[in-house]
Every structure is written in C-alpha cells, then in structure tokens.
T-cell receptor, first 115, second 114 residues
Framework: EAGVAQSPRYKIIEKRQSVAFWCNPI?????LYWYQQILGQGPKLLIQ????????DSQLPKDRFSAERLKGVDSTLKIQPAKLEDSAVYLC?????????????FGSGTQLSVL | AQKITQTQPGMFVQEKEAVTLDCTYD???????LFWYKQPSSGEMIFLIY??????QNATEGRYSLNFQKARKSANLVISASQLGDSAMYFC???????????FGSGTKLNVKP
C-alpha cells in the first residue's frame, strides 16, 4: 500500500515570495490534515479536510495561507507571501476518517526555509 | 478544551533499560483515542501504539506499552529494553470525538546511551 506522498521534500525561498506544497493521501482516506511543525515543537494543525470539505481551519493564518482539496483526494497548501516565521516542516497526514482505522499516517514532510 | 501535556522536554536512558515517557491529557469528550508517535532525526512520524478510551486493558506493541490511567488522565509510554535506535522525539497525541481531530503534545526527546 502506497503511503502519503508529499512534495517537494525541501524548499528554500526569500521572504515575501510564494510557495506551494502538494500532498496525495493514502487511497480511500477521507480525512486529510496539514500540520506545521516548528523545530523543537509538536505538530500544530493548520487545516483538516473531510473529503473535500473543511472541518477545521481555525489555526490557519488566512491572510497568507490557503489550502484546497479538490475532488476529495490530493491537496495543496500555499503560502503567499511567506514570512521568516513560516520556516518549518509542513506535514501532511491522512486517516480513514470517523469510524475507520484510528491512526494518522504521515508523509515525509516538506522542510521550508524562508530567508 | 482539548490539551496534551508532555512535561519532559528531554530524557536520557541507558541502553537495555526501561524508560517511561509521561503524557497527560484533558478532554470532555466521552470517547477518545490516545496515540504515541516516534519522530527520528530523519523527520518521519512513525506510529507506535494506540489506546482507546474504553479499552479495559493497557495496549502493548512489542517493546512498547501504554500505561493508561483514565481517572488520572494519563497515558504514559513505557519502552522496555531500550535500544540505540530508540533515540528520537516522542509525541503523545489524542484523537477527539469531533471529526477525528488530533491534538499533539510538545514532545520528549529521548537519548539512549550505550
């Protein structure tokens, strides 16, 4: 079974530039999550999708971050414009959803450096 | 509000000894799930063990066991016979009842000494 795919693996940009991350969850997984993990901290949920609807985006800085999950499968997360404090690892995860297998499956993450 | 607390930023353990990583949680949900994940320096998040709030017995997976004390709202991870490869960050997480939301603690960095 293929895991959660994320790209790119690394990205270096200048502040005020834009960047996009892509995630393809495990086939059949209804729930998709984007987490931000700053060095030395636990993952912080940015946005959660159930199929192609947003369940929670309360911690997404909507003035600069946007995310979509068209057709309820893969997803993109965009930052425009980036700030220095956006330097972090962006983790995508998926799960079967309510009533399914409990655990989250994570991708390898995208390490973003904003200079 | 849902909250996960890991009070040990870092821990050392001697190889082959057992170690306990602490986790307490706060929730008002009637049912929930508790998880531990391992994050080596390579960055991937590896699922270790799961405990459901209604499970009567503590979960075990190989060298990992979860010491679940519901009344105290604690879900400590016990690693027996530590190995050098166990050196990593360890995160406690809770799945709430509402739309499968997951909440993570701040992590514990475990160093296994030879």
């Amino acid at each position: 079974e293929a895991g959660v795919a994320q790209s790119p693996r690394y990205k270096i940009i200048e502040k005020r530039q834009s960047v996009a991350f892509w995630c393809n969850p495990i086939s059949g997984h209804a729930t998709l999550y984007w987490y931000q993990q700053i060095l030395g901290q636990g993952p912080k949920l940015l946005i959660q999708f159930q199929n192609n609807g947003v369940v929670d985006d309360s911690q997404l800085p909507k003035d600069r971050f946007s995310a979509e999950r068209l057709k309820g499968v893969d997803s993109t997360l965009k930052i425009q414009p980036a700030k220095l404090e956006d330097s972090a690892v962006y983790l995508c995860a998926s799960s079967l959803g309510p009533g399914g297998d409990e655990k989250l499956f994570f991708g390898s993450g995208t390490q973003l450096s904003v200079l | 509000a849902q909250k996960i607390t890991q009070t040990q930023p870092g821990m050392f353990v001697q190889e082959k000894e057992a170690v306990t990583l602490d986790c307490t949680y706060d929730t008002s949900d009637p049912s929930y799930g508790l998880f531990w994940y391992k994050q080596p320096s390579s960055g991937e998040m590896i699922f270790l063990i799961y405990q459901g709030s209604y499970d009567q017995q503590n979960a075990t997976e190989g060298r990992y066991s979860l010491n679940f004390q519901k009344a105290r709202k604690s879900a400590n991870l016990v690693i027996s016979a530590s190995q050098l490869g166990d050196s990593a960050m360890y995160f406690c997480a809770m799945r709430g009842n509402n739309f499968n939301k997951f909440y993570f603690g701040s992590g514990t960095k475990l160093n296994v000494k030879p």
